[in-house]
């Protein structure tokens, strides 16, 4: 090639090594933000895993407490005997049952836990859970709530309706009962933690 004066020039071109690396450059760019976002989201997953055995554990002590709870006074008349069962309040029976299910649902989807850790690039069992941990938090809320009322009652009872405190007789049975909603509750907070979380998880890309 020549240049303006009519003397011979030389091209300067970019060399074939750099163009190469140039174009090597991408793919591995691409692939370390593929790796770094799949790392993001296993941790996510383990995170879950460990949560979910907490409220697992949680929920299930709630069951159990709650529905072996069960005191019989020392004294008794001809016709009564002094007892109180978790049996013997509606509000009891519902939480035992909220709480049985969503102990059941959490041993579950521990299975759906481990495959978000296996695979986490993969959304479909995120979905699964936070759907059903939504509906888990909103079921185990109802019990915990319901339950709450009563132990109120019992503790503190209400003049207006001449509802008398029971907690000054049955003392060992208003303080399992009144784990047993502690515990479920402490299950809610763990639930709604495991929604944020695996909506977060879904919403990185």
């Not at 993001?40 to 407490?65: E, M, N, P, Q």
């Not at 699964?128 to 888990?136: C, G, N, Q, S, W």
């Amino acid at each position: 090639m020549t240049n303006g004066d009519g003397a011979p020039g030389i091209e300067l071109g970019e060399p074939s090594s750099s163009r190469d690396i140039n174009k090597g450059k991408a793919p591995l760019i691409g692939k370390f933000n593929t790796a770094a976002a799949n790392s993001l989201k296993r941790g996510f997953a383990v995170i879950d895993f460990i949560v979910r055995l907490c409220a697992v554990a949680a929920s299930l002590a709630a069951t159990i407490a709650m529905g072996t709870t069960n005191q019989t006074l020392p004294f008794f008349t001809q016709f009564f005997q002094f007892q109180a069962s978790y049996s013997n309040f509606p509000a009891f029976t519902f939480f035992v049952i909220a709480n049985a299910v969503t102990s059941g649902y959490l041993i579950l989807s521990l299975l759906f836990s481990i495959v978000a850790v296996v695979r986490p690039q993969a959304n479909a069992p995120r979905l699964l859970l936070i759907t059903f941990d939504t509906v888990a938090v909103t079921l185990t809320t109802a019990g915990a709530g319901s339950a709450a009322a009563i132990v109120y009652l019992a503790h503190k009872g209400n003049a207006n309706a001449n509802w008398l405190p029971i907690c000054q007789q049955f003392d060992s049975f208003c303080r399992r009962v009144s784990g047993s909603v502690v515990g479920s509750f402490i299950a809610v907070v763990l639930l709604i933690f495991l929604v944020v979380l695996s909506a977060i998880a879904l919403k990185r890309p």
